[in-house]
């Protein structure tokens, strides 16, 4: 199956900071890339998703870039603010399933 | 609803029991996703739905655990026999996809807090 490896396992920047979150996996069959923000005690909400043909999308303070190559990618937070302290998860689609790495605990400082 | 609902929030039970989680998809989703998501790790895929067609349940790890969707909207994933190391927290997702699910969003209710005493 595929393995997805998510760094760093923790995060923290000062308010106004960048924050990048890096995945990596091994099957090159993967098409979809999700990333999810989960809250303590809350639901994983989508934020950005890239497929395989796109190589860098972007949506206000975030953006998602993709090594189809090297098989990585990444999430880019710029301006980060107090309310993105959360558990970031990559994801990787193939097949049926969806992969997940084991979450990036992001803290924002104010 | 607006979104994946699930229930109940939160669930003990004794080992050796069985339990039964209910997740109700969006309206209209034809694809649906069971997760068990164990703490400070992300979810784990357990099983696929396509409607009423069980089309994967490969992560699903005994057969103590069956899931069902009789009518392609409600589903409920059952455990039997419950043990301590069941215990997590269990995840749907429903998604729009009606050809390859991986590439759709998948939405995802709150969860069932699952506790084996």
């Known amino acids: 199956g595929e393995n997805v490896e998510q760094h760093p396992s923790t995060l923290s920047v000062q308010e106004g900071d960048s924050a990048v979150i890096k995945c990596t996996y091994s099957?090159?069959?993967?098409?979809?890339f999700p990333w999810y923000k989960q809250e303590l005690g809350k639901r994983p909400q989508l934020i950005i998703d890239?497929?395989?043909?796109?190589g860098e999308k972007k949506d206000q303070r975030i953006a998602v870039t993709l090594n189809k190559t090297a098989k990585h990618f990444s999430l880019h937070i710029t301006e980060t603010q107090p309310e993105d302290s959360a558990v970031y998860f990559c994801?990787?689609?193939?097949?049926?399933?969806?992969?997940f790495g084991t979450g990036t605990s992001l803290t924002v400082i104010p | 609803g607006a979104g994946v609902s699930q229930s109940p929030r939160y669930k003990v039970a004794k080992r050796g029991q069985d339990v039964a989680l209910r997740c109700d998809p969006i309206?209209?989703?034809?694809?649906l996703f069971w997760y068990q998501q164990a703490l400070g790790q992300g979810p784990e895929f357990l099983t696929y739905f396509q409607n009423e067609a069980q089309l994967d349940k490969s992560g699903l790890p005994s057969d103590r655990f069956f899931a069902e969707r009789p009518e392609g909207s409600v589903s409920t994933l059952k455990i039997q026999r419950t043990q301590q190391e069941d215990s997590a927290v269990y995840l749907c997702?429903?998604?729009?996809?009606?050809?390859?699910?991986?590439?759709?969003?998948?939405?995802f209710g709150d969860g069932t807090r699952l506790s084996i005493l």
């Open positions: 309206s209209g989703h034809v694809s």
């Open positions: 994801a990787v689609g193939v097949g049926n399933q969806f992969y």
């Open positions: 890239i497929r395989s043909n796109v």
């Open positions: 099957d090159s069959a993967s098409n979809y």
């Open positions: 997702a429903s998604s729009l996809a009606i050809s390859a699910p991986p590439n759709q969003p998948q939405h």
